[in-house]
């Protein structure tokens, strides 16, 4: 069973920066695609970024230029830097992969941006 654990999340100032790191159970090359979503309260689940086999990226509008994914395929793990955060950018954030129509997600980790 594929497991994705997600770490790196925490409390950070408006305008910090954190890296949250997704760690799979298996080599990331099986899957079609990567990416992170986040969930606020209240509202539902967006794709943050996403990056395929092939390293195509893409973006939300609203991290484009602030967030960055990226992937280490020795180590099967899928990064999300995160720079110049804000306010609304606190969320849980998923790790998610999709092979075929299946999908898999991680556990969640908490970013709370606040002063």
């Known amino acids: 069973q594929v497991q994705l654990v997600e770490s790196g999340g925490g409390l950070v100032q408006p305008g910090g920066s954190l890296r949250l790191s997704c760690a799979a159970s298996e080599s990331i090359f099986s899957f079609n695609v990567m990416g992170w979503y986040r969930q606020a309260p209240g509202k539902d689940r967006e794709l943050v970024a996403g990056?395929?086999?092939?390293?195509?990226?893409t973006y939300a509008d609203s991290v484009k230029g602030r967030f960055t994914i990226s992937r280490d395929n020795d180590k099967n793990t899928v990064y999300l830097q995160m720079n110049s955060l804000k306010h609304e950018d606190t969320a849980v954030y998923y790790c998610?992969?999709?092979?075929?129509?299946?999908?898999?997600w991680g556990q969640g980790t908490q970013v709370t941006v606040s002063s």
């Open positions: 990056i395929g086999s092939g390293s195509s990226t």
């Open positions: 998610h992969a999709g092979r075929g129509y299946r999908a898999y």
